[in-house]
């Protein structure tokens, strides 16, 4: 199975440091975000790994290489102009092929175990849900007997990681160019096709100086 890092973003409210430095190359605990998630990425196994890139993208292409120091093999798609993360994915299906693929956020950080994510999935996508975090209290979506809903008033939601697998066919019908990735999921959820798991472990979404300290936090208290 292969892997996708989302790294395209520009990361306006990490200014000024996403001024000259890619989002996933900013580093938390002295080490790149991108890297934690390549060394992880290894360790459970995926070793062919696609990588999209956009603002300051040489610059990733630059620091990682064809991914031989990690153990893994990275292919780049480069965009020209910012296609959202549903374009993005699209864009790059080419080099993904025709199976289910694993696809994490460039500009988060955890200590989950990817390997529990080789098992095939029964539908189109399969989402890692997270608890609720200070910053988006309402969260995302529900997670009932194993598969998840679009988030329905007074009860009980959890926050999408940004680590999912995704099979091409949910991309069926898309056109190249921008667009987001949530309507393509809550289709796929009315039609019963989006199955999830709570994360087990540790995760910050790394959107902020003050959400960059807190991981910086849980990597030294690993350490």
Same mark, same amino acid.
Request: proline share 6%; charged share 20%; hydrophobic share 40%.
């Given at each position: 199975?292969?892997?996708?890092?989302?790294?395209?973003?520009?990361?306006?409210?990490?200014?000024?440091?996403?001024?000259?430095?890619?989002?996933?190359?900013?580093?938390?605990?002295?080490?790149?975000?991108?890297?934690?998630?390549?060394?992880?990425?290894?360790?459970?196994?995926?070793?062919?790994?696609?990588?999209?890139?956009?603002?300051?993208?040489?610059?990733?292409?630059?620091?990682?290489?064809?991914?031989?120091?990690?153990?893994?093999? *990275?292919?780049?798609?480069?965009?020209?102009?910012?296609?959202?993360?549903?374009? %993005?994915? !699209?864009?790059?299906? @080419? =080099? $993904?092929?025709?199976?289910?693929?694993?696809?994490?956020?460039?500009?988060?950080?955890?200590?989950?175990?990817?390997?529990?994510?080789?098992?095939?999935?029964?539908?189109?996508?399969?989402?890692?849900?997270?608890?609720?975090?200070?910053?988006?209290?309402?969260?995302?979506?529900?997670?009932?007997?194993?598969?998840?809903?679009?988030?329905?008033?007074?009860?009980?939601?959890?926050?999408?990681?940004? *680590?999912?697998?995704?099979?091409?066919?949910?991309?069926?019908?898309?056109?190249? %160019?921008? !667009?987001?990735?949530? @309507? =393509? $999921?809550?289709?796929?959820?009315?039609?019963?096709?989006?199955?999830?798991?709570?994360?087990?472990?540790?995760?910050?979404?790394?959107?902020?100086?003050?959400?960059?300290?807190?991981?910086?936090?849980?990597?030294?208290?690993?350490?």
């Amino acid at each position: 199975m292969k892997a996708m890092i989302l790294a395209a973003g520009k990361g306006e409210r990490m200014r000024p440091l996403t001024l000259t430095t890619p989002k996933p190359l900013i580093r938390a605990g002295g080490v790149p975000l991108i890297e934690y998630h390549l060394r992880a990425l290894a360790a459970a196994g995926f070793t062919e790994i696609v990588i999209n890139h956009a603002w300051l993208g040489q610059q990733i292409e630059d620091y990682l290489g064809d991914g031989s120091r990690y153990g893994v093999h *990275i292919q780049y798609s480069p965009e020209g102009e910012p296609l959202e993360t549903g374009g %993005g994915i !699209f864009r790059a299906l @080419p =080099l $993904l092929g025709d199976e289910a693929f694993v696809v994490v956020n460039g500009d988060i950080w955890t200590d989950y175990d990817f390997s529990v994510l080789h098992q095939p999935i029964a539908g189109l996508a399969h989402l890692v849900l997270a608890n609720n975090p200070d910053h988006h209290p309402a969260g995302d979506f529900q997670l009932i007997d194993g598969q998840v809903r679009d988030a329905q008033p007074d009860v009980a939601t959890l926050t999408y990681s940004g *680590i999912a697998v995704l099979h091409p066919q949910l991309f069926e019908g898309c056109s190249a %160019g921008a !667009f987001k990735l949530a @309507p =393509l $999921l809550r289709t796929a959820m009315a039609n019963g096709q989006v199955s999830g798991e709570r994360l087990n472990g540790q995760w910050v979404d790394v959107g902020t100086h003050e959400r960059l300290a807190q991981a910086e936090t849980l990597i030294e208290a690993r350490r």
